[in-house]
């Protein structure tokens, strides 16, 4: 017999098939060293706006302390309806097809859970987000990768997705505007997918908490596109657009079938999410908007500075046209993305993200977060190029 480790013995085999995220063992490294530039973080530099921080404070004073119900309160899914149809065109019935979940971390998990049996596919566009491949498999499904690469901008092609469709395929994962590589979709190219999609009789998972940071023309969603909006599950939250990561709160928006199954699951592992937080995104989404605007301009600047830096320092990089994450190639150094990586870190202490972490395609890449301050762009562009130019 052979001999089982502890942690083996102990944990389940599904958990232990899972890789805890790559994007960690950086974080501990440059948390341990002085005066580092970090670039490595996927959350807004900015603060929450006050009045949404005042909302939570007036409801904590008032004595909001109980549980909501479970799918959030109504008055909070009615302006998520609202915010929906006003910013993007999508009616959605508050009662039956929103849940307000703890951030859009906990809606992809509950999304796959109610959705994937056991065996079943699930297409995973790569590079992404580091969690959405895991939390397929710990739904049980299997999960697919497709690899998409700068030569196309990071875009999803029609003969890509063809190609990874198998008769066990039950859903795909789409996030546009992208983590790690700040692409976009147009509606046309959306329109192919989708054409696919509908052939196929698949579901779509569009995380599409980038939404509002869109920097050339308007965010496109899959599900404005005929029929899709029936089989697309739009995942949301209010981390990225409104700087609050540390509320977890998020949305979820679908057809009611899909959404009801995810109720049944939120309502027994989480019950409902912070009702001090729900209020907070409900100030946000009344009075939040113009915050939001001002974040996004910012972000724009520093991205138009970003790029431009990078393809002087002979790093090419494509246009990200959403989020706040530059994807710049390395592969002219020779370097792996670990290696560059973990060099610019030791040698000039600038933390970015070795772009195989987030999947197939990532690879000769390297994520830098430009959710920082000019100041700190400039001086960590100035330290890659004292870096690149060391060896070449
Ligand atoms: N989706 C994407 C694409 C993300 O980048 C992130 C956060 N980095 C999340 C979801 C998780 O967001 P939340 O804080 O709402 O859980």
Redesign the pocket.
């Known amino acids: 017999m052979t001999q089982k480790t502890k942690s083996s013995l102990r944990t389940s085999n599904l958990v232990n098939s899972i890789q805890p995220s790559g994007i960690r063992k950086f974080f501990d490294l440059a948390s341990s060293m002085e005066n580092i530039i970090s670039l490595g973080v996927?959350?807004p530099d900015f603060i929450t706006p006050w009045g949404v921080r005042e909302a939570c404070i007036s409801s904590l004073e008032r004595g909001y302390t109980s549980y909501t119900a479970n799918a959030g309160m109504i008055e909070l899914r009615i302006e998520i309806a609202n915010y929906m149809k006003k910013q993007f065109q999508l009616e959605y019935d508050p009662k039956e097809q929103i849940i307000v979940t703890v951030?859009?971390?906990?809606a992809?998990d509950i999304a796959l859970r109610s959705i994937v049996d056991p065996g079943d596919e699930v297409i995973v566009v790569e590079p992404?987000?580091v969690?959405y491949a895991p939390l397929v498999t710990l739904a049980g499904g299997n999960p697919v990768s497709v690899g998409t690469t700068a030569e196309t901008n990071f875009r999803l092609t029609p003969r890509q997705l063809k190609e990874a469709i198998t008769d066990r395929t039950k859903a795909i994962m789409l996030?546009f505007p992208n983590?790690p590589t700040g692409s976009t979709m147009s509606l046309n190219e959306l329109k192919e997918i989708a054409k696919i999609v509908e052939e196929h009789d698949l579901i779509v998972l569009s995380?599409e908490?980038?939404a509002e940071m869109t920097y050339d023309g308007k965010h496109a969603s899959i599900a404005n596109i005929d029929e899709m909006k029936d089989r697309t599950v739009i995942?949301s939250?209010?981390?990225?657009a409104f700087a609050m990561?540390g509320w977890?709160?998020?949305f979820v928006t679908g057809p009611s079938d899909i959404i009801s199954a995810m109720l049944k699951i939120h309502q027994y592992s989480m019950m409902c999410a912070s009702t001090m937080a729900q209020h907070a995104a409900l100030e946000a989404l009344q009075t939040g908007m113009e915050d939001v605007k001002k974040m996004v301009q910012s972000y724009k600047q520093r991205r138009n500075y970003f790029v431009k830096s990078f393809e002087e320092i002979g790093l090419p990089c494509h246009v990200p046209g959403g989020a706040f994450y530059a994807f710049p190639s390395i592969k002219n150094t020779g370097f792996t993305s670990e290696e560059f990586a973990e060099k610019l870190l030791l040698a000039e202490r600038v933390a970015v993200v070795p772009g195989h972490v987030f999947g197939a395609g990532g690879e000769g890449h390297i994520r830098c977060s430009y959710a920082t301050s000019l100041e700190n762009l400039k001086e960590a562009v100035a330290r890659i190029d004292r870096f690149l130019v060391s060896f070449r």
């Open positions: 996927g959350e951030g859009a971390s906990e992809l992404t987000f969690s996030s983590n995380d908490i980038y995942i939250g209010f981390s990225k990561t977890r709160l998020g």
